[in-house]
Nanobody
Framework: QVQLVESGGGLVQAGDSLRLSCTAS????????MGWFRQVQVKVREFVAA????????YYADSVKGRFTISRDNAKNTVYLQMNSLKPEDTAVYYC?????????????????WGQGTHVTVSS
């Protein structure tokens, strides 16, 4: 079992930055691929970014490429999402999730464990 707790959300203005953190419990964090997804109301949960267990490979949705950066610190059991140049359309609940080693990390159904989400609101 892996328990995930996100933090760092909030209300910001367009163009601002935020850094989300997700801390995992358990000793096996380093063996999981980690991802960030976001959801707006009842819409489908959308892939944002993912990082392989070693931190060597990252993936981004086209809508955030060049603005968001995912990273992880396995010693701290934490994955981060640095969000720069935020836009109103980035407003959503952001979830971090953990997937097994050989998962297709851009697909939400591949993830076994999810955090409770953190709200990000970007005003224009």
């Amino acid at each position: 079992q892996v328990q995930l707790v996100e933090s760092g959300g909030g209300l910001v203005q367009a163009g601002d930055s935020l850094r989300l953190s997700c801390t995992a419990s358990g000793r096996t964090f380093s063996s999981y691929n980690m991802g960030w997804f976001r959801q707006v109301q009842v819409k489908v949960r959308e892939f944002v970014a993912a990082i392989r267990w070693s931190g060597g490979t990252t993936y981004y949705a086209d809508s955030v490429k060049g603005r968001f950066t995912i990273s992880r610190d396995n010693a701290k059991n934490t994955v981060y999402l640095q969000m720069n140049s935020l836009k109103p359309e980035d407003t959503a609940v952001y979830y971090c999730a953990a997937a097994p080693l050989y998962a297709n990390v851009v697909t939400s159904t591949e993830y076994d464990f999810w955090g409770q989400g953190t709200h990000v609101t970007v005003s224009s």
